[in-house]
């Protein structure tokens, strides 16, 4: 309800008409001039440039990580490392080819928070900017973002930003551009079995013969643990921390290491609807003794359990 001074009721109506029209013409002034200054101090923080929007942003100490993007959509994106008003570390666009063919993306959501992820490669070194925030932390953890580097299985840089500094805007830019997929589960999150048992061990209805992976997911990384039984007198039980890796949209590269010899595989992970399927790849350390299955699942279509 808009309150009206008392003294107007009694000019006329054509001064009164010309006073509200200068009051309003004053309020739209300040909100424009607003509306200019958080847009400015947004675009402070970030390495982002005039006629760009900001789609990722954070602060890691002196340095600033961005992702920035011009046009409509996510038609042409750009990162950028660097300390502001110095001379970019690092720049790197998709520039006249389609965004999905130089950038990876990945975003996730839970009920109290979620974590999002774009990754490159430049020269056999693979580039992730990662957020992941929650009410509660996040895997236990507090809530994080930055920039990691990798080659090949190896993390060989991992730069942490000033988490409530991020400006992270992936979700929205990835649904308005039709970049996000339709069917946005491609989470390997949650624990996945396979049963292993025989006719004979179904219709006995024996408890033991089942393989499964207990899966956590933050941005594009995996760890977990694996389990196998088989006729209940073999265990390859993995424990904490003994699977590990890096996913991309439906797709994951895991290390996994058995419990029962030490030996580590590694394998590819896919998402085919509700199920996962599982296929090592090849052997990264052979077990001890040697010559002893120590990995019991080499391959399978798994589906989720419902023990979660």
Not at 1 to 14: A, C, G, H, R, V
């Amino acid at each position: 309800m808009t309150l009206i001074p008392t003294w107007l009721l009694f000019t006329s109506p054509t001064a009164r008409f010309e006073i509200m029209r200068k009051a309003l013409g004053l309020h739209l002034l300040f909100l424009i001039c607003l509306t200019a200054a958080t847009t400015q101090a947004s675009h402070a923080k970030s390495l982002c440039r005039a006629g760009e929007r900001i789609v990722f942003s954070c602060q890691a100490g002196a340095k600033t990580v961005s992702l920035c993007a011009a046009g409509t959509g996510l038609r042409e994106l750009t990162y950028r490392f660097g300390a502001p008003g110095r001379p970019l570390e690092l720049e790197y666009s998709n520039k006249e080819v389609p965004v999905k063919a130089r950038f990876w993306f990945d975003s996730e959501s839970w009920p109290k928070g979620s974590s999002s992820a774009v990754s490159f490669e430049i020269g056999g070194h693979r580039y992730v900017v990662y957020h992941a925030h929650g009410v509660f932390g996040v895997d236990g953890g507090p809530n994080r973002a930055g920039v990691r580097v990798e080659r090949g299985e190896e993390e060989i840089a991992n730069i942490a930003c000033h988490e409530k500094s991020a400006i992270d805007r992936l979700s929205e830019e990835l649904r308005d551009s039709g970049l996000a997929p339709a069917r946005a589960d491609h989470s390997f999150a949650g624990e996945w079995e396979i049963d292993l048992r025989t006719p004979a061990e179904k219709d006995a209805r024996a408890e033991c013969g089942s393989a499964s992976f207990k899966l956590r997911q933050t941005g594009g990384t995996i760890t977990g643990e694996t389990m196998a039984t088989v006729g209940c007198g073999r265990m390859n039980e993995g424990g904490e921390a003994t699977v590990e890796g890096t996913a991309t949209g439906n797709t994951a590269v895991l290390n996994v290491t058995s419990g029962r010899s030490g030996e580590v595989v590694r394998g590819w992970a896919v998402r085919e609807g509700d199920n996962l399927r599982w296929e090592t790849i090849e052997q990264i350390k052979a077990g001890e003794p040697e010559g002893d299955s120590g990995l019991i699942l080499r391959s399978g279509l798994l589906v989720r359990s419902e023990k979660r």
